[in-house]
Structures are given as C-alpha cells and as structure tokens.
C-alpha cells in the first residue's frame, strides 16, 4: 500500500469531525463548523483542518471552506461537491434559492449549460470562483424570497431553487443572467403545457417590476398563453414609460403602446423559438 494512501488515516479529533459532519450532511463546511463541532479555539481548529488536509481527507475550496474527501473514494485526496451545496454554504444562514440561469438549466429550460451558478441572496456576496464554480450571487431583498421550493441533489441532500414561474419572472427581470430576452421566451415556450398564468402575473405583481410586467404581459399574448382577464391584470400595472424589451439590444425597434415596450426583438425572432 502506498504512502500516501498511508497518510489517510483519522485521529481521535478528525475521526470526531468526519463523523458529526456525515451525521449532520455536511460534506461542505467551514472553519466554524469545525470549532462548533470540536469546540477548539480558531487556532486549534485551523491546524486541525490543515493536518486532515495532509492526510487526504480535506479539500480547501477557499480560505475558511473546504469539502470532505468521501471515503469511498479510496486514494483520491481531492473532491469538489456539487456546486449548488457550496453556494448553499457560502450563503449561510442567509436566504438564497438557485436563480436565473442555473435555476433555467435544472427546471430543463435551456438546451446549452450555464458555466456560472446564479444564486439569489438575502446577504451581498461577491462573485467569486470556489472549487473551479463561477458563484454570482445577486442581491435581493426578504420581500423578494417567494416561489422557492426545494430541490434534491440526493437521497439526503437539497437545496432551494425558484420554482418554475418564479425561474421565468426572475429571467424577464435580468435577462442578461439567462443569455438574453429570446432564452427566456425560449425557455418559457418548452414549458408552456407546465406554467401557470395566473401565478406568473401574481408574481410579477409582487415583484412591482414594471419592466419584468411588460416583457411577461407581451409574451403571454404573444405566444397566446393568458386570457384577457389575465393579461388585463398586468396591463392595469403599467406607467407610462416605456422599456426596451430585452434591455441587452440597442434600443430600436417600433413602440409597442399596448405592453409600453420597445420591441428591440422581432415577433419572427419569438415566433423561432417554437420550432428552433
């Protein structure tokens, strides 16, 4: 047996971390997780961790994060978990839900990956590259956590993402997380048998976003989705001023009076996306 392999070995302290972390589901956790759990002083539990990292059984994703290395592993010293389980940690215990472009990809939106992870938080956060992920955390307020729901990454563990109407409202909000105002509608279109009308209005009422109802209101007319009665619920929201449909174009195109929008994206480049 080689060496290295040798190396990984657990002591009383570290066989103590690893198992109250696999007991609380924890394979990503912080140096404060490692002083709850030992109760070690921050020196303490700083030289700790860097011994369990020698011997294999810790990976340091960021000063102060790091990843349990699962034993079933064997050899392996190095593991990154899932993305969406670091941005939860990183998050804390502040409110976040999976957003935007990732939260298009998992709820099988879009047909190319997204490179960076979108997470929704209650609490600024910088973007920032943690175990080879691109994190963009984006700000938002408690009044702006609605339409979370739970999604599992396994038998044991989740995390929070938007739910489905909730995915499309985000996107019209920020098209530029998502790759433009046509993968939403493209997105919105492969899921039309599943999304609700209703609820996509009421949510965009609660966001008070006069951009994010006009872009909604013009796509669900557009792609014959809402009835009148829905659509003039979105349409008695509307001010005056107007707004470019998708804000990434230039700002051309005829004004649209009935949804106050500029129509930067022909109706041909919407009507694409039901056959592309």
């Known amino acids: 047996m080689s060496e290295r392999y040798h190396t990984k070995t657990l002591g009383a302290r570290s066989a103590q971390l690893v198992t109250e972390l696999n007991e609380l589901r924890k394979s990503t956790f912080t140096l404060a997780d490692v002083r709850a759990i030992t109760g070690l002083s921050p020196e303490a539990a700083r030289n700790l961790v860097h011994k369990a990292r020698q011997r294999g059984l810790v990976t340091r994703l960021k000063p102060g994060l790091y990843n349990l290395v699962p034993f079933e592993l064997g050899r392996a010293t190095e593991h990154v978990d899932s993305p969406y389980l670091i941005a939860r940690e990183i998050a804390g215990d502040a409110s976040y839900f999976l957003s935007h472009g990732t939260a298009f990809e998992l709820h099988r939106m879009v047909t190319q990956a997204h490179l960076t992870v979108y997470i929704s938080c209650t609490r600024r956060v910088r973007p920032q590259t943690v175990g080879g992920y691109d994190l963009r955390f984006i700000h938002i307020t408690p ?30 909000r920020h098209p530029e997380f998502v790759g433009g105002i046509t993968e939403v509608a493209k997105g919105m279109w492969m899921k039309r048998a599943e999304l609700d009308a209703k609820r996509l209005v009421e949510y965009a009422r609660r966001l008070g976003v006069g951009a994010v109802a006009r872009r909604l209101g013009y796509l669900l007319e557009h792609y014959d989705l809402a009835n009148a009665a829905t659509l003039e619920a979105l349409r008695e929201t509307l001010t005056a001023t107007y707004q470019r449909f998708d804000p990434l174009l230039p700002a051309e195109g005829r004004f649209l009076s009935r949804w106050r929008l500029r129509l930067n994206v022909t109706p041909e480049e919407l009507d694409a996306v039901r056959f592309g």
């Open 143 to 172: 009044e702006q956590v609605f339409g979370v729901t739970k999604q599992w990454i396994d038998k044991e563990r989740a995390v929070m993402i938007s739910d489905l109407d909730r995915t499309i409202i985000d996107g019209l």
